[in-house]
């Protein structure tokens, strides 16, 4: 009897611990599911710096010439790389930008098989040009925009398709703060020309959400997927204000 019971504690807590770690992989998902990144681009900056920082300025070929390798192993992982769920309306972007970027790349493994010196300063500086620009491509415009993001991404690609009204009426009035706050953000200043643009768009997806709590406390579920639909076009055009 005693060495039953054992033998059912044991059982117990290892069921225990693997619905732990099931549920935490899950977690784990949804949160890169959120998640303005991509490890494999982040990766890329431990060759890129040095490059650019230290073996460009100082024109040291032999350096230069010797980074072809790892720059050509970490930037094929990139190419693999798979955007997470919140940055699929940067698919297309992301494509057209890696097409850039592997160009750089084979330019610069050329380069350095080369003896060009000039031609490798020139490919470097290329490559660390269309770095900077897939960097730019998934990075958000404001972290106040980015935290909207992540509460919109999940209303409108998992709450709304699943018709879970409650949820989104329970996430509602965090999605208003959110948006009211990027009413009170600063644009950086190589993008102050966009500023009266950014304000009125930002007023904009203020209201729509503002709206959307209101509507979602009534119940009235078409009513509550036309407001979601006007937050989540009031985003995109936001969006667009820094294509």
Known sequence: MRLKKSANLILGATLALCLSVIGGDASRGATQETESTVPELVSFHDIIYPIWHTAYPQKDYAALRGFAPEVKKLAEKIYAAKLPGILRDKEAKWKQGLEDFKSAVDGYVA??????????????????????????????????????????????????????????????????????????????????????????????????????VEIAKSGEEVNIETAVEKVHTRYQSLEKIFD
């Open 111 to 212: 380069a350095a098989s080369g003896t060009d010196d000039e031609a490798l300063l020139n490919a470097a500086e290329d490559l660390h040009a269309k770095y900077e620009m897939m960097v730019r491509i998934i990075r958000p415009v404001l972290k106040e925009v980015d935290a909207f993001h992540k509460v919109l991404y999940i209303v409108y690609h998992k709450y709304l398709p699943n018709k879970d009204y409650e949820s989104i009426k329970s996430v509602s009035e965090e999605m208003a703060l959110k948006a009211e706050a990027i009413t009170k953000a600063s644009l950086p200043k190589r993008l102050e020309s966009k500023s009266e643009l950014f304000r009125q768009a930002a007023s904009e997806l203020y209201e729509s959400a503002k709206m959307l």
